[in-house]
C-alpha cells in the first residue's frame, strides 16, 4: 500500500506545501523559494496513471537498486520525471531539479 513509503530525503531548500492521500493514492507537493517544484506520487498499480511530455526530453532506463527506472529529462530547463514499480505500487519523482537529485531522492524513498 502506498502507506508503507517514507521519504526519507528532500533537498533542504524544499518545503511541503500540500498533500493528497487517499487508500490507493498520496501525492506530496513540494516547492523552494525560487519557484521551483517537486512532486512524489506512490500509488498501487490498478489506480496508476502517469502521463509524461516526452516531445523535449530525453529518455534512460537506469537502475534504481535492483529495480529498473525510467527517467526522462530536460536538460535544458533541468527539470525531469523518474518512474519505476516496486511490488504492488507505481512511484514518481517529478521536478525542477538535477538528474543526481532525482535519483537521490528517488533512492530514499523506502
Not at 502517469?50 to 535544458?76: F, P, R, T
Request: net charge negative; glycine share 4%; charged share 30%.
Amino acid at each position: 500500500l502506498p502507506d508503507s513509503y517514507n521519504i526519507e530525503y528532500i533537498p533542504d531548500t524544499f518545503k511541503q506545501t500540500e498533500s493528497t492521500e487517499r487508500v490507493d493514492f498520496k501525492q506530496y507537493v513540494y516547492a523552494d523559494n525560487k519557484e521551483n517544484w517537486l512532486f512524489i506520487e506512490i500509488s498501487c498499480i490498478d489506480a496508476s496513471e502517469i502521463m509524461v511530455d516526452i516531445e523535449y526530453n530525453g529518455y534512460d532506463e537506469i537502475q534504481l537498486g535492483s529495480k529498473k527506472a525510467y527517467l526522462l529529462y530536460n536538460d535544458e530547463n533541468q527539470s525531469g520525471t523518474l518512474v519505476w514499480a516496486d511490488s504492488n505500487n507505481t512511484i514518481m519523482v517529478d521536478g525542477m531539479v538535477s538528474k543526481e537529485e532525482l535519483i537521490k531522492i528517488a533512492e530514499n524513498i523506502k
